[in-house]
């Protein structure tokens, strides 16, 4: 049977109505529920060939006896296309997506997303549901956790380093995965950061910041697109033809397959724009929408509308080709049970956790260390490790670990504990996470005796706190950490001991007055599953810190939107001029800029070179700058590369990211960074959205973060 089904063409003319709906659609298999579930039992659909895709499945034993099922049992023997969402590591957790950003390397976005692609596929999948490239600048949406930050240059590098990374070099390996773009597009800019609401943005916004990052994964041969849940200006995504079938399938020329949101072509009806599952499921199929992810409008709704005459044969024919096409390419009907066949040696999986904690290290952000407090002294007596963070190797995971659920991680605790030999590690929680629980500060805040070291004070969100449906209108510390770390930091001043505050997060998080008073503020995102070792790397000294944030820390909820991107409006902030573009009860400048992040090191720019300063449309200039490590410690600095426009047809944002490079340095030793920027680079979109090279003279800014007082600047010259 399986040889039989190589020609798409013929297997396609051979199938009932119902099988072809089948294949368009997938359920859930219940094993990790996001959202309502209605499917029911699959296995009789899967037998009588009436499904052909599930999610939520893991384990290579369930996976092969479902696809057994359909391989061997269904009458056209079509495999099983079965996807689950790895959104930072399958079995080995590696850190959360925005902390994965800032450790701005491409080479790691690369290889978290192979390992997982590895792992993913011994547990038998072909399919996965990332990586999520919705560019978030609103800290209050939940979901700004599984993106790259606010930033679409950014979004571009994950974009490819991640299809690259999934599907390798040949998507039919046994060892690569389907990736899926999602979710297509401008779901971060929802109303208020509430996750689903409505998203009403310009088209140069879109345009802009919201498209490119799934153009870039387009171009680097994505397999699968998920459109977003939300609505657009009206129009559901889900049925949005302009960015479907004009956009995505015309100008970009995707072919592979879009798969549905969960239920989402069913909230078709909830948006008000469909009057019942049979209208649904028409807008989603006109828009080009491929696969209904648990709604159950394909297999109810088309054969109504087949019959009224609102969709044709073709148009399902058409989806179900791109479905049956990807099962080709990801080699399903070769080898069904390829993926999965051999469980991978254990110097595999302990290799693999050595990159989750080189990755993890690198993702850490050091935004203060005011005192030199970092790295810990030598030869510690004591250290006191406080907070509801310290000892919650759940937590330390993050928000959606895949299949990674039973598997330990390592708390800052046992981390230090492990590091710190010699030194007595003394704990307490003090409060718990959320809870306004404080029965527990008085005994935890004793432990801060005067003979003590250090405080390492953990602090921060549960892991749950961010992801999907989890916006905050309150992004600040829960529960009654602040009171806590209040009473801490007293007793701490008092007795003469330094407090080291570290930050678990998926968002940045509204804290001014600890970023103020505590001595050092470590970033710690949520690490994945060797937290606590990469923790203690960092606080020891064995590693310096490199991670820089990939999104904007405000001081207050009342900035946001605050992205370094803007751009410079008619009246610049001048604080000597009242009617300037700021507000009366807060500076405007943010707490933490885009890239922002210290090291061991100490850094100094000299000698920003431009060559040639003349450029025209099919050229490239270098530009250089030299690096000095003025610090006591080897480190790597991470520097950006920006533009400027400051006269062109449409207002130019202050900085454009064009690039990043990292360089490693010795103490008292001096490097020379260089970038390669091509004319292409400075395109912008026209008054008509068309991209246009104007002539002019562009602002070349380097430097180690998007505040602007940082930058060093050159002049270049753009000729017609
Ligand atoms: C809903 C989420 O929005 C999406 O990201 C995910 O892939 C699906 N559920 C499937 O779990």
Redo the contacts with the bound molecule.
């Keep these: 049977m399986v040889g039989k089904t190589r020609n798409i063409d013929d297997l396609v003319g051979r199938m009932t109505l119902a099988e072809k709906l089948g294949q368009l659609t997938m359920t859930?298999a219940s094993y990790?529920?996001?959202?309502p579930v209605i499917a029911g039992d699959s296995t009789e659909s899967i037998r009588n060939g009436n499904l052909g895709n599930l999610?939520?499945l893991v384990g290579a034993q369930h996976v092969h006896e479902m696809q057994r099922i359909a391989v061997e049992e269904s009458r056209l023997g079509i495999p099983l296309l079965m996807?689950?969402?790895v959104?930072h590591g399958h079995r080995t957790i590696f850190p959360v997506p925005l902390a994965e950003a800032a450790t701005f390397d491409p080479q790691i976005w690369e290889l978290t997303a192979r390992e997982a692609a590895r792992e993913t596929a011994a547990d038998g999948l072909a399919l996965t549901?990332?990586p999520?490239l919705d560019v978030s600048r609103d800290l209050r949406w939940g979901?700004t956790v599984?993106g790259p930050g606010e930033d679409p240059w950014l979004a571009v590098e994950i974009a490819r380093a991640k299809v690259r990374g999934f599907q390798g070099a040949d998507l039919s390996s046994p060892e690569s995965v389907a990736a899926?773009a999602?979710?297509f597009c401008a779901y971060g800019p929802v109303t208020g950061g509430r996750d689903y609401a409505s998203v009403d943005i310009s088209e140069r916004t879109l345009r802009e910041v919201h498209l490119p990052g799934f153009a870039a994964a387009v171009r680097a041969g994505v397999a699968a697109i998920?459109p977003?849940?939300t609505e657009l200006g009206g129009i559901p995504l889900t049925m949005h033809k302009p960015l479907l079938r004009d956009y995505l399938r015309g100008e970009l020329g995707f072919d592979g397959v879009i798969v549905s949101?969960?239920n989402a072509i069913r909230e078709l009806i909830y948006h008000g724009v469909a009057g019942d599952i049979v209208d649904a499921a028409v807008l989603a199929l006109k828009a080009g929408v491929d696969i209904d992810?648990?709604a159950e409008a394909y297999r109810n709704g088309l054969p109504v509308a087949l019959e009224r005459g609102l969709v044709t044969r073709e148009e399902i024919d058409e989806c179900v080709w791109r479905v049956l096409r990807l099962k080709e390419r990801l080699g399903l009907f070769d080898d069904p049970y390829g993926r999965g066949s051999r469980a991978e040696p254990a110097e595999t999986i302990a290799a693999r956790r050595r990159i989750a904690r080189e990755v993890a290290v690198k993702s850490l952000v050091l935004a203060k260390n005011s005192t030199g407090v970092l790295p810990l002294i030598e030869g510690a007596r004591r250290v006191c490790v406080l907070g509801p963070l310290a000892d919650a190797w759940r937590e330390m995971r993050g928000p959606w670990a895949a299949a990674g659920y039973e598997q330990p991680s390592v708390t800052v605790l046992a981390g230090l504990r492990d590091a710190l030999t010699g030194t007595s590690v003394v704990h307490a929680d003090g409060v718990p996470i959320a809870a306004a629980d404080v029965s527990g500060i008085g005994a935890a805040v004793e432990l801060v005796t005067s003979d003590t070291d250090v405080v390492i004070l953990c602090l921060g969100e549960a892991a749950e706190m961010s992801g999907?449906a989890a916006s905050r209108a309150h992004p600040e510390l829960p529960g009654e950490q602040r009171a806590f770390t209040d009473a801490v930091l007293e007793r701490a001043r008092r007795e003469h001991v330094p407090v080291v505050a570290v930050l678990f997060c998926g968002r940045p998080l509204i804290v001014p007055w600890l970023m103020e008073r505590a001595d050092a503020v470590l970033i710690a995102w949520f690490p994945g599953t060797e937290a606590g070792n990469a923790i203690a790397d960092v606080m020891t000294g064995r590693v310096s810190p490199s991670g820089r944030t990939p999104i904007t820390w405000p001081r207050g909820l009342g900035q946001v939107p605050l992205f370094y991107s803007q751009r410079s409006s008619g009246r610049p902030e001048n604080p000597q001029d009242h009617f300037t573009s700021k507000y009366l009860d807060s500076p405007s400048s943010p707490l933490l800029p885009f890239g922002f992040g210290l090291t061991y090191g100490r850094f100094v720019y000299a000698n920003l070179a431009v060559s040639p300063d003349t450029v025209t449309a099919e050229g490239a200039v270098e530009v250089t700058v030299d690096v000095a490590n003025e610090g006591a410690r080897v480190a790597e600095e991470t520097v950006f590369l920006f533009i400027r426009d400051r006269v062109a047809s449409v207002a130019r944002p202050t900085l454009e990211l064009k690039g990043t490079a990292k360089i490693v340095l010795d103490p008292g030793t001096t490097g020379k960074v260089r970038f390669t920027l091509p004319a292409a680079e400075l395109r912008f979109l026209g008054l008509d959205f068309e991209p246009v090279l104007e002539p002019g003279e562009i602002e070349i800014r380097v430097g180690p973060c998007a505040d602007p007082a940082q930058l060093m600047s050159a002049r270049l010259t753009l000729q017609a």
């Excluded at 990790?32 to 959202?35: C, N």
């Design positions: 859930s990790a529920v996001t959202g999610l939520n996807g689950f969402d959104i549901f990332a999520m979901r599984e899926t999602k979710h998920m977003a849940f949101d969960y992810m648990m999907e």
